[in-house]
């Protein structure tokens, strides 16, 4: 027994005698100390107890013995003195604070149990909710407050490349793209989005995003949790729809394969980010191909020319030759085995006659989405093609047909005619012209409109034509013609109501008869003066009633003047006053007397057409009459011939003169009167040059005199004296008169028929460049 224990129990026992001897408060109070001081002391519980009952069986051997030593009737009298009661609640009174702390030890051991319980119950937690994260095929990632990722799974890793190894990532996050759009703010701006990040790799790839906003157990900090999904393949089809859909829609109106390949070849370069974008199109097997080009040309000095040889290079020739002749829906990545493309290159359709170059600005890798993407949109083109080719050959076999029905493509001189549809791509209508030349010298012409539109409107119009033409070649007049073309269209399906406007132009005397059958009037203006409507011999349409002879009306045609004649379509819009049409052409007329006749209709259509384009056919001939002779003249000096030259191409231009003849006449006339003034008066200021040209139905003719003498020509004139060969070279006849009073000049050619163009069925400007 320890010194400690031994005198505690001396002290306990002494207390404990005190009070069984003299039960009291003040006992039981010593007995809480001396619990107390138990406790501090670390007496046993089972030490205190044991010699708490030694010590209460001695203090009751002693009692007994003293009851014993009284006399029997004392001690069955004598009460019980209650040793057992007061021992008790002296014991009860010194373990009540080692009771408190064994509860308390209690308790503390119970709560260390369940505290220890609750963290192997969050461990097993842990360890699912890793197992559970990790499982996931999304991945998985948590963010704080700032964006920073602070956890992330092995599937994140494996979308990003970037893994639980590297975390904590801070924004910028390393997988973003800095020319990419701005990332959404964490649970504000949107909980689900999607993005595009740079793969660790350098792959391009779009994630899913799915984000959650929580808030710590503490109630202070907020965190994020989300998930992303790969969704690159999802995206690329998507963007391949819509390409395609784009490229779809910005070749659905074209009707041509220029038009086509013009609109299609901006979107394609656009879509798949290429540099270039090439086509050539091989028309003829002994031809250059047509090239037509969008983005940066391979060498921008040599696009006018307008050939393959001229604008790619060998190289590029040959790689799209090769190209057009592989299988259709072949693409070949350019170089060919090489790990980053250049280009690419492939057939365009299946007739062997096309293919196709993109360029890249700078080698990429083209993977699977890329291959996908690019035989989408260029099987998207090459159906294109192939629809615009059969639209083109529509429409020449419906040109071909328009035009054998519209009239002669060679037209004579100072003429000019046009023809407008209102139903592209076929380009078929019910108005019509005729320009007929008469053997007398004068000039028929016819123009109509049939009612209705398109082939069965064409049908009734090709045959009144080819009545009204037999017509004029038989001798008829303009009346006698409608009058004739009655009966002719009672019997025609489809042409009761077709008006008519007939004229015969006799340029020689200058006049013009007409008559018009419910027609738009004609319009004639005088040189430089607003045009004025022709209202005479009018009449109803045809097959309408029975007129026994139609009128007829004679105006003259002056010099200069300009006659129009028209279909309805030209003037009338509704909601707006048919007379401001006829102002309109009026205007333009008196502004273009020197201008050539195919510029007048083309002046005329600019200054009326809609904003939506013409809604009826229209049909228009336009006829200069010849202009007054021209006569000038002019000081013998040099200073002279600019203004000469100037006044003599306006009056051949106003005479209907193409400009390429009319330029030929204004050098070999430049020539003649430099000879005069050279030659003749040999530097004296006194000479004049006196020019005079003069035109009529096919010839024109010019005229240079001065009254000097020219220099005799040399045997060998050297380097000079060639201007008499130049002016023989660009006149038909040139005839040079020496006379004592000076020297005539004179210069003639015949003007030649207008050639009116034919149908192609590859219109366009197919050496065209944008970037």
């Known amino acids: 027994m320890s010194a400690v224990l031994a005198a505690f129990l001396d002290d306990y026992t002494d207390a404990l005698r005190r009070h069984l001897a003299s039960p ?46 009284r006399t029997v009737s004392e001690a069955g009298t004598e009460p019980d003195s209650g040793i057992e009661e007061n021992a008790l609640e002296f014991l009860l009174q010194t373990l009540i604070t080692l009771d408190v702390a064994t509860r308390g030890y209690l308790d503390g051991t119970r709560r260390y149990e369940q505290q220890r319980s609750r963290a192997d119950d969050l461990g ?95 109630g202070v900090e907020q965190i994020f949790v989300g998930t992303v999904r790969d969704v690159t393949a999802e995206h690329d089809a998507q963007a391949r729809d819509q390409a395609a859909s784009r490229l779809a829609t910005a070749v659905a109106s074209a009707t041509s394969v220029a038009e086509v390949l013009e609109v299609g070849l901006d979107e394609l370069r656009r879509t798949v980010g290429a540099e270039t974008a090439v086509v050539s199109v091989w028309t003829g097997r002994h031809t250059d191909p047509e090239v037509y080009i969008s983005g940066a040309v391979v060498d921008s000095e040599t696009v006018a020319t307008g050939t393959a040889r001229s604008i790619l290079d060998a190289p590029t020739q040959a790689l799209l030759d090769r190209a057009r002749l592989r299988p259709g829906r072949t693409l070949i990545a350019i170089p060919e085995g090489a790990e980053l493309a250049e280009g690419m290159v492939a057939p365009l359709g299946e007739t062997g006659d096309a293919a196709l170059w993109l360029r890249f600005a700078a080698p990429r890798v083209v993977d699977a989405a890329d291959w996908t993407l690019f035989s989408l949109l260029i099987g998207h083109l090459s159906l294109a093609v192939q629809r615009a080719r059969h639209f083109d050959q529509a429409r020449s076999t419906s040109l071909t047909l328009q035009r054998a029905m519209l009239g002669p493509i060679d037209l004579p001189p100072r003429f000019s005619v046009h023809y407008e549809p209102a139903l592209p791509p076929l380009e078929i209508g019910g108005d019509w012209y005729d320009v007929v030349p008469l053997p007398d010298g004068t000039i028929g012409v016819v123009v109509g409109d049939c009612v209705g539109r398109g082939l069965s409107a064409a049908v009734v119009m090709g045959q009144l034509r080819t009545a009204a033409r037999a017509l004029l070649l038989r001798g008829a007049g303009p009346a006698q013609l409608l009058t004739e073309l009655d009966p002719v269209a009672a019997r025609i399906p489809g042409a009761v109501c077709t008006t008519v406007c007939a004229a015969v132009l006799d340029p020689v005397r200058g006049l013009v008869r007409y008559s018009n ?53 030209l003037v009338e819009r509704r909601g707006e006053d048919i007379d401001d049409g006829f102002a309109r052409i009026a205007a333009v007329l008196a502004e273009t007397p020197e201008r050539l006749p195919r510029e007048v209709a083309d002046a005329v259509l600019s200054e009326l057409r809609p904003a939506g384009g013409y809604d009826d056919d229209i049909a228009m001939v336009v ?18 011939l600019a203004a000469l030259r100037r006044t003599l191409m306006a009056w051949l231009t106003a005479a209907a003169v193409p400009y390429d003849l009319a330029g030929d006449l204004v050098s070999a006339t430049n020539e003649a009167c430099s000879n005069s003034i050279e030659h003749a008066y040999r530097g004296a200021d006194d000479g004049r040059v006196e020019l005079t040209a003069e035109c009529d139905t096919e010839t024109v003719v010019i005229q240079v005199t001065d009254t000097g003498v ?62």
């Open 710 to 771: 020219w220099k005799p020509r040399s045997s060998d004139p050297g380097p000079r004296g060639r201007g008499i060969d130049m002016m023989r070279a660009l006149t038909e006849d040139l005839e040079i008169d020496h006379g004592d009073t000076g020297t005539r000049v004179r210069m003639s050619v015949t003007l030649p028929a207008i050639t009116f163009p034919v149908a192609n069925a590859l219109r366009g400007t197919p050496q065209r460049s944008s970037v």
């Open 517 to 569: 059958a419910g027609h738009m009037p004609p319009i004639l203006a005088d040189a430089r003066a607003t045009g004025r409507i022709l209202e005479g011999g009018r009449s109803v349409p045809l097959a309408t009633f029975e007129i026994p002879r139609r009128p007829e009306a004679t105006t003259p045609l002056p010099p200069g003047s300009t006659l129009v004649l028209f279909t309805d379509g």
């Open 24 to 69: 009291a408060l003040d006992g039981l109070a010593e007995g809480h100390e001396l619990g107390r001081r138990a406790l501090v002391e670390g007496i046993s519980l089972l030490d205190l107890t044991e010699h708490h009952f030694r010590v209460v069986k001695q203090v009751q051997a002693e009692d007994a013995k003293t009851r014993a030593d």
């Open 623 to 640: 006829y200069r009459q010849p202009p007054a002779p021209l006569h000038l003249d002019l000081p013998a000096r040099p200073e002279q």
């Open 124 to 218: 097993r937690r842990d360890a699912f909710r890793t197992a559970l994260v990790e499982s996931l095929q999304d991945g998985f990632f948590v963010a704080d407050g700032r964006g920073t990722i602070v956890e992330v799974n092995t599937a994140f890793g494996k979308i990003t490349g970037y893994g639980a190894a590297g975390v904590p990532y801070a924004l910028p996050h390393p997988w973003s793209i800095p020319a990419g759009p701005r990332y959404p703010d964490l649970g504000t701006e949107a909980l689900r989005f999607v993005l595009p990040i740079r793969h660790r790799d350098g792959r391009q790839r779009w994630l899913g995003v799915s984000t959650s906003a929580l808030v710590k157990p503490d």
